[in-house]
């Protein structure tokens, strides 16, 4: 009987009892098995398309070819199509664990810097994987994007913690109505009706807003969006995957992070808006309901690591098959 025994008075203290549900890990396996499935079709199965002559037959406008080859090839085609709905699974998901990832680490700034190196060491395989070469600044790696996002949480936390000066809520105060405005209009290249409508919608909103919450919430809420606008803007500018509906993703996941279903509700929602082909990250409510909060298994640098990794492995397969010069940007 050893000294644990004769503490408890001769009884083996219970084991923790196990939290029902699924483990951090567990999703996240569940996010990296829909990103492989949806790079798979996006690096490999892309070029065999291609390499046929989709494209070619696709903007001709003729109708009858591409039917014809719609039929020749449809079991590629269609995999291909249902593999990338698979995928769309991905991207949430990451994005909610970010959100969980800056509430619970204990040093955001090696949390920033881990992503930012990753961003930097997955863009040669992206490239690759992507165009074919190993440099294009067209287009970069989603690392990026949650690299802003993260960024973006971190100064909506700063100004929700700090008391700014009189002058920079003020400021705010503009920058929170004319901020989406001028974001709509860089997306959409529009600089009348867009901007017209930003204004008019924020403004609106703000009102109601501050009769709601009141005036200091009202500023505080003017002071999140437009750091928030701002880094969305800096995703469009470098041109990150998912870009500034990434980032604004993030965002509302992040305000709406005390509830977990809602919050991914929120996040599918905006990517949806962004893309109907978005629509199947629906599915994703699944397992963020499921999800137990617990950590799981340690294996945070394999999953930093696989995104690179794989990336680089798929355009390998992509050249032994003779498809290494077929580019899709």
């Known amino acids: 009987m050893d000294s644990v025994q004769l503490d408890m008075g001769g009884q083996v203290p219970a084991a923790p009892a196990r939290k029902k549900g699924i483990s951090g890990s567990t999703v996240k396996i569940i996010a990296v098995a829909a990103m492989l499935i949806d790079h798979i079709a996006a690096v490999v199965m892309m070029r065999q398309i291609l390499e046929r002559g989709f494209l070619e037959i696709a903007n001709s406008g003729n109708l ?80 990026f994007t949650l690299l802003f996002g993260l960024l973006a949480l ?7 913690d700090h008391e700014l000066p ?3 809520r003020i400021l705010f105060n503009i920058t929170g109505v004319l901020s989406p405005a001028a974001y709509l209009m860089m997306a959409t290249r529009d600089l009348f009706s867009a901007g017209l409508v930003g204004v008019l919608a924020t403004g609106v909103a703000l009102l109601i807003y501050r009769k709601v919450k009141g ?14 606008v701002f880094w969305m803007c800096v995703a ?16 509302v996941m ?7 279903v809602i919050a991914m509700l929120a996040g599918c929602i905006v990517l949806t808006l962004m893309s109907l082909s978005e629509i199947t990250a629906f599915f994703t409510l699944i397992p963020i309901a499921l ?17 690179p990794v794989h990336l680089l492995l798929l355009y390998l397969v992509s050249v032994l098959l003779g498809l290494g010069q077929v580019a899709m940007l």
């Open 64 to 143: 009858t070819e591409l039917t014809d080859w719609l039929m020749e090839n449809a079991v590629l085609f269609y995999t291909y199509q249902l593999m990338r709905y698979i995928g769309r699974l991905g991207f949430p998901i990451f994005c909610f664990l970010l959100v969980e990832g800056f509430q619970r680490t204990r040093d955001v700034r090696k949390y920033a810097l881990r992503m930012g190196a990753f961003a930097l060491i997955s863009e040669i395989p992206f490239d690759l994987a992507n165009a074919g070469k190993a440099f294009n600044m067209g287009y970069q790696n989603v690392y």
């Open 154 to 160: 971190c100064c909506i936390k700063y100004v929700t």
């Open 166 to 168: 009189k002058a920079v």
């Open 215 to 228: 005036g200091p919430q009202a500023q505080l809420f003017c002071a999140k969006l437009t750091v928030l």
């Open 236 to 251: 469009d500018i470098v041109k990150t995957d998912y870009a500034g509906m990434g980032v604004l993703t993030i965002g």
């Open 254 to 260: 992040y305000l709406y992070r005390q509830r977990k």
């Open 291 to 307: 999800y137990n909060g617990s950590r799981g298994l340690k294996m945070k640098y394999f999953f930093y690591a696989f995104y």
